[in-house]
């Protein structure tokens, strides 16, 4: 009896031990399915309503958390409205959907959740959530993670402020400037629905989501060419230029130059073939360098002579696209005026201007903001487009010359091109020398910046 009870106790013990295993194996191969599931996925019908569910699953305890939180209160606030519900208003039940995009880009999640509600009225209620999650860092992180500086989210919010406009212009709406402003004013919280793309970073604008999400949310992508200036380095993606032929300047050393008196020779709404040739071919008895602004609906016509200027180690500035005064222009059409300059600038030398010379003159500081650009004016007016008087404009320049000058004229003028080239001819013997915008700013050891419109140089 004693020899029995004791196999009988091992038997227990063996079979426990054998419920133990098997739990331990299923429960196993229930954490490996979780482990490989990529996302939930809750289906659910009431006799009011519907639900439809998706939204992913990270396998990282804080992004998981924050998702579940954010899907639970979205789902708990319709079910809240659900259960006030005494007969359905439509024949249609009542609606609730989530659905989601993922994009990993290097070691950071980008997680758009898009929730969709309806208890009756005319059409869905929409709630964008984007998280942006560092795998490393275990963090969660905003646009700021992405820009250089606090002027980078500014200007942001000025390419965005362009790019919306332009998406209305080109599909024929019609938004208010001050509400676009407001969604792109350089606030971190305007900026939380972004994902990354192969060609640039992709925002969504909820402008007017309050009324009619359908023509209210907008989404633009912002191209790295315009955005790497503003990226930390690591984040910077080299833009499509396969087709743009870089051109390599020539440069000369300035050290010969210092302590001697300097002016600068500039020339507006060019360029000409013919007459900006011709001065090219003139400076360089003068060893002088100019500098060029340019308007920017004369590129495509005389772009050869553009890339020779630039080649040969003149500054290339912008004079605007179309020559219009800023002052009489909403903020998008300065916009575009300056851009849409240094965009045909860049894509025919291969490099974007800085230097911007607002026509007549004309500027304010909201311009200055908006152009992000070096504003470069005058002290030495030849009128050289009134007078259109060789002798005349040489006259003007060598009367009024002085060290650190800005001398204006412009080269569509065969009369401004001899009557520059006949004052340089004097001023050399007068010890000047002949230098670009840049050239002069570098001798004179001033650093530009975006506040001040210069005039001359001290």
């Given at each position: ?218 989404k633009i992508i912002i191209p790295y060419k315009e ?173 009024n010359a002085h060290d650190g000058a800005i001398v ?51």
């Amino acid at each position: 009896m004693k020899t029995h009870r004791r196999l009988n106790k091992a038997g227990k013990i063996a079979l426990l031990s054998l419920i133990i295993f098997i739990f331990f194996i299923i429960l196993s191969i229930k954490l490996i399915s979780y482990k490989g599931k990529k996302e939930i996925h809750i289906l659910k019908s009431g006799k009011y309503y519907q639900l439809k569910i998706n939204y992913p699953l990270l396998h990282d305890k804080k992004i998981d958390k924050k998702i579940k939180e954010y899907v639970d209160e979205k789902k708990q606030e319709f079910l809240d409205i659900v259960d006030q519900i005494e007969h359905l208003e439509t024949d249609n039940k009542y609606d609730f959907i989530i659905q989601y995009q993922l994009n990993k880009e290097d070691d950071i999640y980008h997680i758009h959740l898009e929730t969709y509600s309806y208890t009756g009225g005319e059409h869905y209620q929409k709630d964008d959530k984007t998280f942006h999650y560092d795998i490393k860092r275990k963090e969660f992180i905003t646009i700021e993670e992405y820009l250089n500086d606090e002027s980078s989210l500014e200007k942001l919010s000025l390419l965005s402020y362009y790019y919306i406009m332009e998406y209305g212009e080109e599909n024929g709406k019609e938004f208010n400037e001050e509400i676009v402003k407001e969604y792109t004013s350089s606030k971190n919280e305007n900026f939380i629905h972004f994902n990354i793309q192969e060609d640039g970073f992709e925002f969504l604008f909820a402008l007017y989501q309050e009324t009619d999400w359908i023509d209210g949310e907008i989404k633009i992508i912002i191209p790295y060419k315009e955005l790497n200036e503003l990226l930390k380095p690591k984040y910077q993606k080299q833009a499509n230029k396969k087709d743009i032929e870089v051109i390599v300047p020539e440069t000369r050393d300035l050290e010969q130059y210092k302590g001697k008196k300097l002016i600068a020779f500039t020339f507006d709404d060019g360029p000409s073939t013919e007459t900006t040739n011709l001065l090219l071919d003139g400076v360089k008895e003068f060893d002088a360098k100019v500098t060029f602004f340019v308007i920017g609906n004369r590129i495509n016509q005389h772009s050869e002579v553009l890339k020779r200027a630039y080649k040969e180690g003149h500054v290339i500035g912008s004079h605007t696209y179309n020559h219009r005064n800023l002052l009489l222009l909403n903020d998008y059409t300065r916009l575009q005026e300056i851009k849409n300059t240094n965009d045909i600038i860049e894509n025919t030398i291969g490099v974007k201007p800085i230097l911007l010379r607002p026509p007549y003159g004309n500027i304010n500081d909201d311009i200055k903001k908006l152009s992000n650009m070096h504003i470069i004016e005058w002290d030495i007016d030849t009128l050289d487009w009134k007078y259109k008087d060789k002798d005349k404009i040489a006259n003007e320049i060598i009367t009024n010359a002085h060290d650190g000058a800005i001398v204006l004229l412009h080269d569509i003028y065969k009369s401004s091109v001899e009557g520059a080239l006949q004052a340089m001819a004097q001023l050399k013997e007068e010890g000047y020398v002949f230098v670009t915008i840049l050239e002069m700013a570098e001798l004179k050891g001033i650093t530009l910046d975006y506040e001040t419109s210069y005039f001359y140089f001290k």
